[in-house]
């Protein structure tokens, strides 16, 4: 059946483009800006594509050695933490999975507390303060390591598998861990997918915990980096002239531009995983 | 011995979850039972239990103060803002791409309408500050194009609660909108053929059946969203305010991280996050309790 094009229909998809070109002008902007060159910066006249074609801030900037530690930092963090979050919230939501867990309700009450009240910022703080975490990699891991939304999503998929399979496993010998890592994990992928997504994703975000829990500029993540560039300007390099402001411009759209840059290329996985979690999680227990 | 017994039966499954369990002690119980010293007067070398009690000192200087009422307006006001600008947003979005009959185009704007989600709060509240910046933003050289004199947004306490709202919803407006369209796919597609048999317009189609169709999970979300009116993320006002804006973007969580943890006044800052804490559960219960009810309800 072939639908005529009303009134409407352009409409709408004019104003669904105007949309699309909200979210990705700004990118492209920011990309076009950071490879033109100083002259046509400083004149405005680049607004869509570069002018001037010249890579030179990238350059200055991998050469910084604050940007260049804290893109190591964040990798690390991401990678490290990721891991731990990922075996932790997998453990505990296999097992809060069970219906016939003995104090389950108990359990899931204890966690989903928290979700409604805490003890916040500060008496946080003191907490991590205590037990040594700060200026620490383990103050960009662990005080975020669990995120109860992530933990339920992760129950109600493991919720929904079949208890035969669990049975047949059994039956061929093998214990309830044999169960877990032989039969149901690799059929879990695409929740493992997006659940490590998720906390890699925030984790690469973070920068809350970075501000309260790092004084040590060696351990500072990306954020922060970008943040101070942003804020107080210039990666200092000698030599600075005239179009200091312009090419600082450049520098600092550069920066935001590499921070974003992972996000955006692991964006096509994110999608094909993230939508199927959200709707998981939507689904009542 | 039941309970023993079943308590080895899962004991693999315990500890499985003992990590998980200790996680929450730490990181989250701790600092509940961490609220005692905003009645103490908290000092380093005593530590929480040495320190002196003061009793409701701190809660009674804060209210006080003549910046207490300011902050707690100003909190309620970013949310109910965020609320009644950026609520509407994802459904109308979730409409019109519902409307929409290219499914390959719908597929290339959902996409794209996600992205903002994932980047990070410092990128967009930096981008914000570089756009809208007086000397060179781009804003300010389109505003320049058509002869008005450049506006310094940032650093306008007028100005931040719209930034703080549009950024909001620039960023989590195509999110928002997954679960409208999940919604919108339970729709009986019958109801739209018996409805175009009787010769219904498509708006018709959409006020009788589209938005009835998704009015449960509307008002569900409107339910947990006014639920967490207050909970403003920290992070995202910390970033884009700054002594020029205070005014109007000072909210309790950044007033709690300047006077209580740089400046070192744990015990006050601590009474602050409780009284935050305590009107954000009580919104939270409140909301939940009604919920039950709409939920009761909604069966008939």
């Given at each position: 059946?072939?639908?005529?094009?009303?009134?409407?229909?352009?409409?709408?998809?004019?104003?669904?483009?105007?949309?699309?070109?909200?979210?990705?002008?700004?990118?492209?902007?920011?990309?076009?800006?950071?490879?033109?060159?100083?002259?046509?910066?400083?004149?405005?006249?680049?607004?869509?594509?570069?002018?001037?074609?010249?890579?030179?801030?990238?350059?200055?900037?991998?050469?910084?050695?604050?940007?260049?530690?804290?893109?190591?930092?964040?990798?690390?963090?991401?990678?490290?933490?990721?891991?731990?979050?990922?075996?932790?919230?997998?453990?505990?939501?296999?097992?809060?999975?069970?219906?016939?867990?003995?104090?389950?309700?108990?359990?899931?009450?204890?966690?989903?507390?928290?979700?409604?009240?805490?003890?916040?910022?500060?008496?946080?703080?003191?907490?991590?303060?205590?037990?040594?975490?700060?200026?620490?990699?383990?103050?960009?891991?662990?005080?975020?390591?669990?995120?109860?939304?992530?933990?339920?999503?992760?129950?109600?998929?493991?919720?929904?598998?079949?208890?035969?399979?669990?049975?047949?496993?059994?039956?061929?010998?093998?214990?309830?861990?044999?169960?877990?890592?032989?039969?149901?994990?690799?059929?879990?992928?695409?929740?493992?997918?997006?659940?490590?997504?998720?906390?890699?994703?925030?984790?690469?975000?973070?920068?809350?915990?970075?501000?309260?829990?790092?004084?040590?500029?060696?351990?500072?993540?990306?954020?922060?980096?970008?943040?101070?560039?942003?804020?107080?300007?210039?990666?200092?390099?000698?030599?600075?002239?005239?179009?200091?402001?312009?090419?600082?411009?450049?520098?600092?759209?550069?920066?935001?531009?590499?921070?974003?840059?992972?996000?955006?290329?692991?964006?096509?996985?994110?999608?094909?995983?993230?939508?199927?979690?959200?709707?998981?999680?939507?689904?009542?227990? | 011995?039941?309970?023993?017994?079943?308590?080895?039966?899962?004991?693999?499954?315990?500890?499985?979850?003992?990590?998980?369990?200790?996680?929450?002690?730490?990181?989250?119980?701790?600092?509940?039972?961490?609220?005692?010293?905003?009645?103490?007067?908290?000092?380093?070398?005593?530590?929480?239990?040495?320190?002196?009690?003061?009793?409701?000192?701190?809660?009674?200087?804060?209210?006080?103060?003549?910046?207490?009422?300011n902050l707690?307006r100003n909190t309620f006001l970013i949310?109910?803002y965020?609320?009644?600008?950026?609520?509407?947003?994802?459904?109308?979005?979730?409409?019109?791409?519902?409307?929409?009959?290219?499914?390959?185009?719908?597929?290339?704007?959902?996409?794209?309408?996600?992205?903002?989600?994932?980047?990070?709060?410092?990128?967009?509240?930096?981008?914000?500050?570089?756009?809208?910046?007086?000397?060179?933003?781009?804003?300010?050289?389109?505003?320049?194009?058509?002869?008005?004199?450049?506006?310094?947004f940032m650093q306008k306490a007028s100005w931040f609660r719209t930034i703080y709202v549009?950024?909001?919803?620039?960023?989590?407006?195509?999110?928002?909108?997954?679960?409208?369209?999940?919604?919108?796919?339970?729709?009986?597609?019958?109801?739209?053929?018996?409805?175009?048999?009787?010769?219904?317009?498509?708006?018709?189609?959409?006020?009788?059946?589209?938005?009835?169709?998704?009015?449960?999970?509307?008002?569900?979300?409107?339910?947990?969203?006014?639920?967490?009116?207050?909970?403003?993320?920290?992070?995202?006002v910390?970033?884009l305010y700054n002594p020029a804006t205070y005014e109007t973007a000072d909210i309790?969580?950044t007033?709690?991280?300047?006077?209580?943890?740089?400046?070192?006044?744990?015990?006050?800052?601590?009474?602050?996050?409780?009284?935050?804490?305590?009107?954000?559960?009580?919104?939270?219960?409140?909301?939940?309790?009604?919920?039950?009810?709409?939920?009761?309800?909604?069966?008939?």
């Amino acid at each position: 059946m072939v639908k005529r094009l009303q009134p409407f229909d352009v409409f709408n998809i004019l104003l669904l483009l105007l949309f699309s070109a909200t979210v990705l002008y700004p990118f492209i902007y920011m990309i076009s800006v950071s490879l033109s060159s100083s002259a046509y910066i400083m004149r405005g006249e680049v607004t869509l594509l570069p002018k001037g074609f010249t890579t030179h801030v990238y350059e200055t900037i991998f050469n910084s050695s604050r940007i260049v530690t804290g893109y190591k930092n964040t990798i690390m963090y991401v990678v490290f933490g990721t891991t731990i979050s990922l075996v932790l919230t997998t453990m505990a939501a296999y097992s809060l999975a069970r219906k016939t867990l003995v104090m389950r309700k108990q359990i899931t009450f204890f966690i989903i507390f928290t979700m409604l009240f805490n003890g916040g910022m500060i008496p946080t703080f003191l907490v991590v303060r205590s037990i040594g975490l700060l200026d620490t990699i383990w103050a960009m891991v662990l005080p975020t390591a669990i995120s109860a939304w992530n933990l339920f999503v992760m129950r109600t998929f493991f919720q929904g598998m079949p208890v035969e399979l669990e049975e047949s496993g059994n039956m061929d010998g093998l214990g309830d861990i044999g169960v877990l890592t032989r039969i149901i994990l690799p059929l879990s992928k695409p929740v493992l997918a997006t659940i490590g997504l998720f906390y890699g994703v925030a984790i690469w975000n973070n920068f809350f915990s970075a501000l309260l829990y790092l004084r040590d500029s060696e351990l500072f993540p990306l954020q922060v980096v970008i943040r101070q560039l942003v804020m107080m300007g210039i990666i200092t390099t000698e030599g600075q002239n005239s179009d200091e402001m312009e090419v600082d411009q450049a520098v600092k759209f550069a920066t935001i531009i590499i921070g974003t840059l992972p996000i955006i290329m692991t964006y096509p996985f994110l999608q094909k995983y993230f939508v199927k979690g959200v709707l998981i999680g939507s689904v009542k227990g | 011995m039941r309970g023993m017994q079943k308590l080895k039966r899962d004991k693999i499954f315990l500890l499985l979850l003992l990590p998980t369990i200790l996680y929450y002690v730490i990181f989250k119980y701790m600092p509940m039972f961490g609220i005692v010293i905003s009645f103490k007067q908290y000092e380093v070398f005593k530590g929480i239990w040495e320190s002196d009690w003061v009793g409701l000192k701190h809660y009674i200087t804060f209210f006080q103060s003549p910046s207490a009422w300011n902050l707690i307006r100003n909190t309620f006001l970013i949310g109910f803002y965020s609320l009644i600008f950026g609520f509407p947003a994802p459904i109308i979005l979730a409409l019109l791409l519902n409307e929409l009959r290219q499914n390959g185009l719908k597929r290339v704007f959902q996409s794209l309408s996600y992205l903002p989600h994932f980047i990070s709060i410092v990128v967009v509240t930096s981008m914000a500050t570089m756009f809208l910046s007086p000397t060179n933003g781009i804003v300010n050289e389109l505003l320049g194009f058509l002869g008005i004199d450049p506006i310094p947004f940032m650093q306008k306490a007028s100005w931040f609660r719209t930034i703080y709202v549009s950024t909001g919803i620039w960023q989590e407006v195509g999110w928002g909108s997954i679960i409208y369209l999940a919604a919108l796919t339970t729709i009986d597609p019958q109801l739209y053929d018996a409805a175009e048999m009787d010769g219904a317009s498509r708006g018709k189609k959409m006020w009788h059946i589209t938005i009835p169709g998704i009015m449960p999970a509307i008002v569900i979300l409107l339910i947990l969203r006014v639920g967490n009116i207050i909970d403003i993320g920290f992070e995202k006002v910390y970033l884009l305010y700054n002594p020029a804006t205070y005014e109007t973007a000072d909210i309790l969580s950044t007033y709690v991280y300047r006077t209580g943890l740089v400046a070192g006044n744990f015990s006050y800052g601590a009474a602050i996050d409780v009284f935050s804490g305590v009107i954000g559960l009580i919104f939270v219960v409140t909301v939940n309790h009604i919920a039950r009810k709409v939920g009761e309800n909604s069966l008939w």
